[in-house]
């Protein structure tokens, strides 16, 4: 037996560059070798490979066979050998994967942020123990900074936020005097300083709006109608204000450890 290869190569090139290259490799095996160039031999089998390549780095590669005596190492009549990718062309592709993961994980963050179930559910939760600004507060916000157009609605809407606000107040006082500090002290000395809080409104109310209350012939009229908006705001903030001071106090007191839940105690 003879077996007599032969190889083919047919290029593309650009600028003198390479782009395209198809590599035909022959194997023919013949029942002897050729006595001259002339003689006619019968091909007892054949396999043919081509591989086509990209700028250098292999793409494709398929073969064909013919092998009616299984002349040849067993194989199948046609196979298509996948993609082979050399180290750089697998870097590439890996690169490439990370920057389309990024892009996808940067526009489903933005997409997340603006999506309602986490802003109402995960957001909110975590900015209302930073700030204390309740979940439940959002459609009085919406009302009046966003549906309000006259001053008796932004007064209305105003007055009833704080409102909203102010029963939140008190539902967190009564859970904070209701807690065991172990020391019926330490719960005294906690209940007085939160007895205070109508002394100390009053007196920041004095500050803020030092005319409310003059009996000239201006008193409440000092400060016009946007008043109506701006008192019950002034006083949802100083009730804000009042339950961060409690607690920043529950969180640094002697005490802080019999404290059981102390998220639960701040929430709606």
Same mark, same amino acid.
């Given at each position: 037996?003879y077996?007599?290869?032969?190889?083919?190569i047919?290029d593309?090139?650009?600028?003198?560059?390479?782009?395209?290259?198809?590599?035909?490799?022959?194997?023919?095996?013949?029942?002897?070798?050729?006595?001259?160039?002339?003689?006619?031999?019968?091909?007892?089998a054949?396999?043919?490979?081509?591989?086509?390549?990209?700028?250098?780095?292999?793409?494709?590669?398929?073969?064909?066979?013919?092998?009616p005596?299984?002349?040849?190492?067993?194989?199948?009549?046609?196979?298509?050998?996948?993609?082979?990718?050399?180290?750089?062309?697998k870097?590439?592709l890996?690169?490439?994967?990370?920057?389309?993961a990024?892009?996808?994980?940067?526009?489903?963050?933005?997409s997340?942020a603006?999506?309602d179930?986490?802003?109402?559910?995960? &957001?909110?939760?975590? !900015?209302q123990?930073?700030?204390?600004? =309740? @979940?439940s /507060?959002k459609?009085? +916000?919406?009302?009046l900074?966003?549906?309000?157009?006259?001053?008796v609605?932004?007064?209305?809407?105003?007055?009833?936020r704080y409102?909203? &606000?102010?029963?939140? !107040?008190?539902?967190?006082?009564?859970? =904070? @005097?209701? /807690?065991?500090?172990? +020391?019926?002290k330490?719960?005294?000395v906690?209940?007085?300083?939160?007895?205070?809080?109508?002394?100390?409104?009053?007196?920041?109310?004095?500050?803020?709006?030092?005319?409310?209350?003059?009996?000239?012939?201006?008193?409440?009229?000092?400060?016009?109608?946007?008043?109506?908006?701006i008192?019950?705001?002034?006083m949802?903030?100083?009730?804000?204000?009042?339950?961060?001071?409690?607690?920043?106090?529950?969180?640094?007191?002697?005490a802080?450890?019999?404290?059981e839940?102390f998220?639960?105690?701040f929430?709606?």
């Amino acid at each position: 037996m003879y077996e007599h290869k032969t190889s083919q190569i047919d290029d593309l090139k650009i600028l003198g560059i390479k782009c395209h290259e198809r590599i035909r490799d022959n194997i023919e095996i013949y029942d002897h070798e050729f006595k001259d160039d002339n003689e006619e031999q019968e091909v007892l089998a054949g396999r043919t490979i081509c591989t086509h390549k990209i700028f250098g780095f292999p793409i494709l590669k398929w073969q064909s066979c013919y092998d009616p005596e299984h002349l040849l190492p067993t194989e199948p009549e046609h196979k298509i050998i996948l993609p082979v990718l050399n180290k750089l062309a697998k870097i590439s592709l890996i690169t490439a994967g990370c920057i389309l993961a990024g892009i996808c994980i940067f526009v489903a963050g933005i997409s997340t942020a603006h999506n309602d179930w986490f802003n109402n559910t995960v &957001y909110i939760k975590s !900015y209302q123990m930073q700030n204390l600004n =309740i @979940k439940s /507060l959002k459609p009085y +916000d919406k009302a009046l900074f966003k549906d309000a157009y006259s001053q008796v609605e932004m007064d209305e809407a105003s007055a009833k936020r704080y409102e909203h &606000y102010h029963e939140y !107040y008190k539902k967190v006082v009564d859970k =904070i @005097k209701s /807690l065991d500090f172990n +020391d019926e002290k330490v719960h005294n000395v906690i209940v007085s300083y939160i007895d205070g809080y109508d002394k100390r409104k009053e007196e920041m109310i004095n500050v803020l709006f030092p005319h409310l209350y003059d009996k000239d012939e201006y008193g409440a009229n000092y400060y016009g109608t946007i008043i109506g908006s701006i008192y019950p705001k002034a006083m949802m903030e100083f009730d804000r204000q009042e339950l961060l001071t409690y607690r920043m106090i529950l969180e640094n007191m002697y005490a802080a450890p019999y404290i059981e839940d102390f998220e639960g105690i701040f929430e709606e």
